[in-house]
């Protein structure tokens, strides 16, 4: 616990929906749902005014249709929530060497290990400024909160939403955590709250007034003591700056679920053939494999296997996801397969016949290639940007859709109307709103779903590129 309120907490304001109301003013100050559209989707992000009905993140989307069904409903844009979220830390690394990002859209900051504030006054102003920025830079809003420790900054921004800054003083810690749920302190989930409850226990207050022996009796000797601290704000957690890359990884979505064993099987391997070429052409080897499956309900399984040195052979890697994959359930079908290799070692650690595998590969222009992604994959996994794959369309080698898909919300250009975005489709038919983050709300049309002048299209940046060049947000697309 620090004496000054150097630890920052930042986290976008229900980053999703309103990176969507941004793009689209026709949405503007409207019930915004974004997640799996489908019958078995779920919520990833609602903007407040959808929040008013009860709907919230996590919450079937049929549940939500049920309390919001005004609401748009639009499938999430990964790539670009991942272009968003590259400018925020950006900032934040100006900030400071020390930046923890907890997902896409929240992050710790050590401001005093940036040398950038020391007490109260520096710290605020630097929350202040931060703000400003994002605001400008991506044309989105962030909450910031400021306090002595990662629990607090992290409590702080949360009374801070939407678009707020609290910073909460040195030495108020206890009075402001002592009528707070027993939920609000890390290391108490659902099961420990309820295991409390149902012990007498309900505030911070009552843990205190307990005292330390009782938790340790409750909760077990080091889960026991880890909650006591936290209640008498006793965290001295530090902010760890992100990881090198840990692991190398693909995935893929299927628009449509795969039953077949046999279908399920051969992705498998096409996926460890991938992914071993991405592994290649970073120079790296490991000795983890991992298989996730996700499957039709959305539960997402993640199996691995370790092997007794670091390879890059992919005959050793489509074996071992086979057999990983032997040992799961696929009855009702897979919505996402993806394969890993963490673990990581440089080739330099490697024997000679390693190295001579290298430079073989390397002669695969079609290898070199990817290289560039693999540090993009790599922090996606860093950054927790699983959230935000829910819908993602499959990639070039995926399963060849027979028709083209207008996913609510996606982006697209018609030859003679411009940009505008997917507002929904069905019966051959997809109606598109013809808006720009720049524009005022736009007209809806409709076309036939193989209409020759309509076209997927990248994301428009929410704040206006300056003329003469500068960074397309596009580009994390590539
Ligand atoms: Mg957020």
Redesign the pocket.
Same mark, same amino acid.
């Given at each position: 616990m620090r004496t000054a309120p150097t630890i920052l907490h930042l #986290?976008? #304001?229900?980053?999703f929906a309103q990176a969507e109301q941004a793009s689209k003013p026709s949405l503007r100050g409207k019930a915004v749902v974004v997640g799996g559209i489908g019958p078995r989707g779920v919520v990833a992000t609602a903007s407040y005014e959808a929040r008013v009905f009860g709907v919230h993140s996590a919450m079937p989307t049929a549940q939500a249709r049920r309390l919001a069904p005004h609401a748009a409903y639009l499938t999430p844009r990964g790539g670009f929530y991942r272009s968003i979220s590259e400018q925020v830390m950006g900032l934040l690394r100006q900030l400071s060497p020390l930046v923890e990002p907890l997902s896409l859209?929240?992050a710790f900051v050590d401001l005093e290990a940036g040398g950038v504030a020391w007490d109260s006054a520096s710290s605020r102003l630097v929350g202040v400024r931060l703000r400003a920025e994002i605001r400008e830079v991506t044309g989105l809003t962030g909450s910031v909160g400021l306090a002595g420790s990662k629990m607090l900054a992290k409590i702080a921004s949360e009374q801070a939403k939407p678009d707020g800054l609290v910073l909460i003083e040195p030495g108020t810690e206890r009075a402001l955590l002592g009528p707070m749920s027993v939920r609000t302190l890390p290391g108490v989930g659902p099961a420990t709250g309820d295991h409390l409850r149902r012990a007498g226990i309900a505030t911070v207050d009552e843990i205190v007034e307990a005292g330390e022996d009782e938790l340790v009796r409750l909760l077990g000797k080091a889960h026991g003591h880890g909650v006591y601290a936290m209640a008498l704000a006793r965290d001295d957690r530090p902010v760890v700056a992100e990881r090198e890359a840990k692991s190398v990884s693909v995935e893929d979505t299927y628009d449509v679920d795969i039953h077949d064993r046999t279908r399920i099987g051969l992705e498998v391997q096409r996926l460890a053939e991938r992914c071993v070429r991405r592994l290649r052409g970073a120079h790296l080897s490991g000795r983890t494999i991992v298989l996730k499956v996700r499957r039709y309900d959305f539960s997402t399984l993640t199996r691995s296997e370790t092997l007794r040195g670091p390879t890059d052979d992919v005959a050793v890697v489509r074996e071992a996801a086979a057999r990983l994959l032997d040992a799961v359930d696929t009855t009702g079908g897979v919505r996402l397969l993806g394969v890993g290799v963490s673990g990581l070692a440089d080739y330099t650690q490697e024997d000679l016949f390693a190295q001579a595998a290298e430079a073989a590969a390397a002669a695969d222009a079609a290898e070199s290639a990817e290289t560039a992604e693999v540090a993009r994959i790599v922090r996606e996994r860093a950054e927790g940007g699983q959230e935000a794959e829910a819908d993602r369309p499959p990639g070039p080698e995926g399963a060849q859709p027979v028709e083209r898909r207008w996913h609510p919300g996606h982006d697209v250009r018609h030859t003679a109307y411009g940009p505008g975005w997917v507002q929904g489709s069905g019966l051959g038919r997809v109606t598109v709103r013809f808006e720009t983050p720049y524009s005022g709300p736009g007209r809806v049309r409709t076309f036939r779903v193989d209409d020759p002048d309509l076209e997927p299209a990248e994301p428009l940046p929410l704040v206006p590129e300056p003329s003469g060049g500068g960074e397309a947000v596009g580009r994390a697309h590539a």
């Open positions: #986290d976008m #304001d229900a980053f859209d929240e």
